[in-house]
């Protein structure tokens, strides 16, 4: 479980610090700057969720096989 928590955490943080310095380095105007934020924000959610979604998918399959042998 340790293995999981520790590539979320790492996902999450690359996908701030990738985010911040897409913002800080990219000309835009403050809306699109902040709709832009706003939409990498809801795809690094999203990806999170799929992730934790397969892990969980693939731990209780394991889980099953282990607890009908």
């Known amino acids: 479980?340790?293995?999981?928590?520790?590539?979320?955490?790492?996902?999450?943080?690359?996908?701030?610090?990738?985010?911040?310095?897409?913002?800080?380095?990219?000309?835009?105007?403050g809306p699109e700057l902040i709709q832009s934020a706003e939409e990498r924000w809801q795809m690094t959610l999203s990806e999170a969720r799929q992730a934790r979604d397969e892990k969980r998918r693939e731990l209780e399959t394991q889980y099953r096989m282990e607890t009908h042998n």
């Open 1 to 29: 479980m340790g293995k999981i928590m520790g590539f979320l955490a790492g996902a999450v943080c690359g996908a701030l610090v990738g985010g911040v310095t897409a913002l800080l380095l990219t000309p835009a105007s």
